[in-house]
């Protein structure tokens, strides 16, 4: 037996396995250490020291499960991917869709571009003839400058690349007149950082030298979040689907592009699957939301960043969308489970990364879209959803099974569960179980 097709059973009926099990599995799976899967398990706690360096006012930790989506070939590779959520059926679905894509289609994902974004704002400019001119004629001079306040970036091959000038209308403002306001964008390669830290401080560093050379006052110094420079793109092909459910993915996606309102619902599905991903490896998840937010609106009204289309009885889907992530610095390295978390994926640049988030994304998305056009969302999701109202409605350990097993039962007649069911099925199990419990005194 090869050893990919060994790997891939270490995960058949991962699902049913015990907590256990399914951990002894993922370590085998991504060859962890007994001390990582301790991390991993909880059974080595977080460390209170850490917390402490990382925000401010510790008080304790709010902990998120963290389970793994099976399933995912990524450009030929298999890939377990570690998710911490608090959302029913997010990594059930992806699972799900991942392998059906596996056993019917492909996976293929890549980047385009390397480059970030730091904005060094002149907010209300008096000759804007004069600084954009004197700007462009120090351009060579301001990359110098800033690639020396980042030596060890440049050292291993990153670093700013190019300024650029900018110029935006500026409205009537607080008594002053219209006008104009410049902005320099630097583009810098962060080479496997986020790089927020590193574009700041290069913003910073640029300011003296642009007021001495402008005669202008700079205002904000800061990166941007809307990374379009560089993206992250996943396809996926499913070969050979049935033509009414790859019509109807399509009609789905269809509806979500011509309607923000849809497809802000459509964008959060793919986030479903991004966003587990980044929280499980320490990375900052608000701010690749706001650059695909942004992303989804510049053409002037927030579409879709997934795209689907059938294309010789085949379905093909897209996500292209700015994942600026990293794998050094800031929480990646300080958390001891985000770093697991990454070893788990054989992540090794912060490319990979965000090629991992950006396929998960898209599957994710798939899963949904399918669900919404075939059997629908409710049926699938309150499935999964029956554990927790069996916790709502005061389970103990060893009643959410019996719980959670008759509100399925209730869900397929009635279509429909909530938690006064929930409880009257839990007052019904422990009836039962008082009556036929013998009694000490007889």
């Given at each position: 037996m090869d050893k990919a097709r060994e790997r891939r059973e270490l995960l058949e009926n991962f699902h049913r396995l015990t907590r256990s099990e399914r951990l002894s599995r993922v370590r085998e799976f991504c060859q962890l250490s007994e001390h990582e899967t301790q991390i991993l398990s909880g059974e080595i706690p977080f460390p209170l020291e850490i917390a402490e360096h990382l925000i401010e006012n510790v008080v304790g930790f709010f902990p998120l499960p963290m389970g793994v989506a099976t399933n995912f070939c990524i450009d030929g590779k298999d890939v377990l991917i570690p998710m911490a959520v608090e959302e029913t059926s997010i990594i059930a679905a992806a699972s799900a869709t991942a392998?059906?894509?596996?056993?019917?289609?492909?996976?293929?994902?890549?980047?385009q571009g390397r480059l970030i974004i730091g904005q060094v704002q002149l907010p209300n400019v008096r000759n804007v003839a004069h600084a954009k001119r004197v700007l462009t004629e120090a351009r060579a001079e301001l990359v110098a400058l800033a690639?020396?306040?980042?030596?060890?970036?440049?050292?291993?091959?990153?670093?700013?690349?190019?300024?650029?000038?900018?110029?935006?209308?500026?409205?009537?403002?607080?008594?002053?007149?219209?006008?104009?306001?410049?902005?320099?964008?630097?583009?810098?390669?962060?080479?496997?950082?986020?790089g927020a830290n590193l574009i700041n401080q290069v913003c910073e560093a640029l300011k003296p030298r642009i007021?001495?050379?402008?005669?202008?006052?700079?205002?904000?110094?800061?990166?941007?979040?809307?990374?379009?420079?560089?993206?992250?793109?996943?396809?996926?092909v499913v070969r050979g689907i049935d033509p009414v459910v790859g019509q109807g993915i399509v009609e789905a996606a269809l509806f979500a592009k011509v309607d923000p309102y849809r497809a802000a619902t459509h964008n959060k599905g793919v986030l479903n699957g991004i966003d587990p991903?980044?929280?499980?490896?320490?990375?900052?998840?608000?701010?690749?939301?706001?650059?695909?937010?942004?992303?989804?609106?510049?053409?002037?009204?927030?579409?879709?960043?997934?795209?689907?289309?059938?294309?010789?009885?085949?379905?093909?889907?897209?996500?292209?969308?700015?994942?600026?992530?990293?794998?050094?610095?800031?929480?990646?390295r300080a958390h001891p489970t985000a770093r697991v978390a990454l070893k788990m994926m054989g992540v090794e640049r912060a490319d990979d990364l965000a090629r991992i988030c950006a396929t998960v994304g898209l599957v994710q998305n798939l899963g949904a879209l399918k669900a919404l056009s075939t059997v629908g969302i409710v049926k699938g999701h309150m499935g999964l959803h029956a554990a927790n109202l069996a916790i709502a409605a005061g389970a103990g350990a060893?009643?959410?099974?019996?719980?959670?097993?008759?509100?399925?039962?209730?869900?397929?007649?009635?279509k429909k569960i909530n938690l006064s069911q929930a409880i009257a099925i839990l007052e019904e199990i422990r009836k039962d179980a008082k009556e036929i419990s013998p009694s000490i005194f007889n």
């Open positions: 392998k059906w894509v596996s056993r019917e289609g492909s996976i293929r994902t890549f980047m690639n020396a306040c980042i030596p060890g970036l440049v050292a291993r091959g990153g670093g700013v690349r190019e300024v650029v000038i900018r110029e935006l209308d500026r409205p009537a403002f607080e008594k002053q007149p219209a006008g104009s306001m410049l902005v320099l964008h630097v583009l810098c390669d962060p080479c496997d950082a986020m007021e001495q050379i402008t005669d202008e006052r700079v205002g904000l110094c800061i990166l941007s979040n809307l990374t379009d420079g560089k993206l992250a793109v996943a396809e996926v991903i980044l929280i499980a490896t320490g990375n900052d998840w608000r701010a690749v939301e706001a650059g695909i937010h942004a992303y989804a609106s510049r053409s002037g009204q927030y579409q879709p960043v997934t795209e689907w289309k059938m294309e010789k009885g085949d379905l093909l889907g897209r996500f292209e969308a700015p994942l600026a992530v990293g794998t050094v610095g800031g929480v990646t060893h009643e959410i099974g019996e719980v959670r097993d008759r509100l399925n039962v209730v869900l397929e007649r009635e």
